[in-house]
């Protein structure tokens, strides 16, 4: 199945397609948008939330990002350019 078939079937084919993890905190404006579904639709990355947080209009999540290395790159700096913090992700991430 291609990347393109399994995002269109709600699974990417191939679970080492996510490598790259982060730690996204979105203050208030960002907390509140569709920002997951922007880098899906945009970009084309999917993202694999291991854990999430929204408290009083902000939040956090760490997350693996699928893709395309340069996709993922772009989807990085589209959430920058939005405000949201993006750093690597450290500690305990929930493991599958």
Do not use: A, K, L, Y
């Given at each position: 199945m291609s990347r393109t078939a399994a995002l269109q079937?709600?699974?990417?084919?191939?679970?080492?397609?996510?490598?790259?993890?982060v730690r996204l905190t979105f203050p208030p404006g960002p907390a509140t948008d569709p920002v997951?579904?922007?880098?899906?639709?945009?970009?084309?990355?999917?993202?694999?939330?291991r854990r999430a947080a929204i408290h009083d209009h902000s939040g956090w999540m760490v997350c693996e990002l699928g893709g395309d290395q340069a996709a993922i790159d772009a989807a990085i700096d589209y959430m920058t350019s939005i405000g949201v913090d993006v750093s690597a992700a450290e500690g305990d991430i929930v493991e599958g």
């Open positions: 079937n709600g699974h990417m084919s191939d679970p080492q397609q996510f490598g790259t993890r997951i579904h922007e880098i899906i639709t945009r970009f084309g990355v999917v993202p694999n939330i």
